[in-house]
């Protein structure tokens, strides 16, 4: 089955630095990439739309400027947490559509990346 | 705006008892609808979709847009189903798939 990989699985920093994860897609091609939020015990929060080649869209609530996302080729999205709060520890999964399948909206996901922000 | 609703944060039966996990959704346009499942410590994988008509794991839904429901059914639990189960809708009117979740139900399997 398709596979996405994310990394760093966790990664703790400073307040103020900034932070890339990366997301990829290992055995398809993917022009439509998902970022994603989860606080403890809840559900995914869409962040943003992530289209190679494009820029992203977001969701209402969401800064642009605070979290950055590059699609820069089929198979990688990577998103920047700008700095760094500690109101922005959590967890960021992203997943991808494969863009092979047609009209199938099947979406795949990574296995997430834990931040926090000391 | 579409929306999903699982009713139920939390759902608990013994082994070999049925399941009914619910989910009721608003969206104006065809729905497409999904079931995701998250065990513990690993990531969001997909269960079901409800144009595949499928059964996986014991598992199936049916689409019932008089009620707007997609409820999870599964005859007879088993404890390695204990998990969390996440009803989603795509945007499939639209170009980009936007999946939209509900909060989740955690279901325990008792021996």
């Known amino acids: 089955g398709a596979v996405v990989s994310q990394h760093p699985s966790r990664v703790i920093c400073k307040s103020g630095t900034s932070v890339k994860i990366e997301c990829r897609s290992l055995d398809f091609q993917a022009t439509t990439m998902f970022w994603y939020r989860q606080f403890p015990k809840q559900s995914l929060m869409l962040m943003a739309t992530s289209n190679e080649g494009s820029k992203a869209t977001y969701e209402q609530g969401v800064e642009k400027d605070k979290f950055l996302i590059n699609h820069a080729s089929l198979t990688l999205s990577t998103l920047t947490v700008t700095s760094a709060h500690p109101e922005d520890s959590s967890f960021y999964i992203c997943?991808?559509?494969?863009?092979?399948?047609?009209?199938?909206?099947?979406?795949?996901f990574g296995p997430g990346t834990r931040l926090t922000v000391l | 705006a579409q929306r999903v609703t699982q009713p139920e944060k939390l759902l608990s039966v013994f082994k070999g008892a049925p399941v009914e996990l619910k989910c009721n959704y608003s969206?104006?346009?065809?729905?497409?609808l999904f079931w995701y499942v998250q065990y513990s410590r690993q990531r969001l994988q997909l269960l079901l979709r409800h144009i595949s008509r499928e059964s996986i794991k014991g598992f199936t839904a049916d689409l019932n847009k008089g009620e707007t429901s997609f409820h999870l059914k599964k005859p007879f639990a088993q404890e390695e189903d204990s998990a969390m189960y996440y009803c989603a809708l795509s945007d499939s009117g639209g170009s980009n798939y936007k999946l939209t979740f509900g909060k989740g139900t955690l279901l325990t399997v008792n021996p």
């Open positions: 969206y104006s346009g065809s729905p497409e």
């Open positions: 997943s991808a559509r494969d863009s092979t399948s047609g009209a199938t909206d099947t979406q795949y």
